[in-house]
């Protein structure tokens, strides 16, 4: 009837940790599984930033590209992969003659291509027996490969309107091109090459060619270029 009343036992004896709050109780076994969570919790936090960063770029800055083909030989080449610069769409730099850009086909904008800049807009481009004439001048591109221009065919000048583009693959031989099918509008340009990464073997920037300058002769030694379609 008057039992004594029976108190919990203390792991410090008759001591309660409140009674001195300079003891400092270890608990290992629950630090730890604090400690997991909140690691765990930082790294989906750190995973859904990366992942959103990189949708951004995807979609904002850059954007890679399978190349499909032999047109832009032998710069790129069959099944390279390449990041392009989405930014010349809003400008960011102009584009120039000798850029490699990728670009939305005007006949069939389910399709990309991927091809040289060779006519600017206000341009006036022809072919003379394979010789490309900007402007009255016979232009050298040190880019394309004699081996792959020997088709020697001749266009009537083309007047390139403003907001569009002229284009040319570098295996002229073998590329569909402005020459076939007309000018790009310049909104349908949604890239500029600059980074090859696969294979890894040919990994690295892809510089802008040095732009095409008036030949110092009637026959140019031309080079050789690659053609990609995305």
Not at 39 to 61: G, K, S, T
Not at 99 to 104: K, L, N, P
Not at 145 to 167: G, L
Not at 195 to 215: D, K, Q
Request: hydrophobic residues 35%; proline residues 10%; glycine residues 6%.
């Amino acid at each position: 009837m008057f039992k004594r009343k029976q108190t919990p036992s203390h792991p410090f004896g008759d001591f309660h940790p409140h009674d001195d709050y300079a003891i400092d109780v270890q608990r290992p076994a629950e630090a730890e599984s604090k400690h997991f969570w909140l690691e765990a919790r930082l790294l989906v936090r750190d995973c859904l930033f990366a992942i959103i960063f990189a949708i951004l770029v995807m979609v904002f800055l850059v954007q890679p590209v399978k190349v499909e083909g032999t047109s832009m030989l032998p710069r790129l080449h069959n099944g390279e992969r390449i990041f392009v610069n989405k930014l010349v769409y809003y400008d960011i730099p102009e584009l120039e003659r000798g850029d490699i850009v990728v670009f939305w086909f005007p006949d069939n904008p389910s399709q990309s291509f991927i091809k040289r800049i060779i006519g600017l807009p206000g341009d006036t481009v022809e072919v003379d027996d394979g010789q490309v004439i900007v402007n009255g001048t016979p232009l050298s591109e040190p880019y394309l490969d004699p081996n792959r221009n020997r088709n020697h065919a001749s266009q009537p000048p083309v007047r390139v309107k403003p907001h569009y583009y002229m284009v040319m693959g570098d295996n002229r031989d073998n590329s569909y091109d402005s020459r076939d099918w007309g000018l790009v509008p310049e909104k349908y340009i949604y890239g500029k090459a600059m980074l090859r990464f696969y294979p890894l073997s040919v990994f690295g920037m892809i510089s802008h060619e040095p732009e095409p300058t008036p030949a110092t002769d009637a026959n140019p030694t031309p080079n050789t270029t690659d053609n990609a379609d995305e």
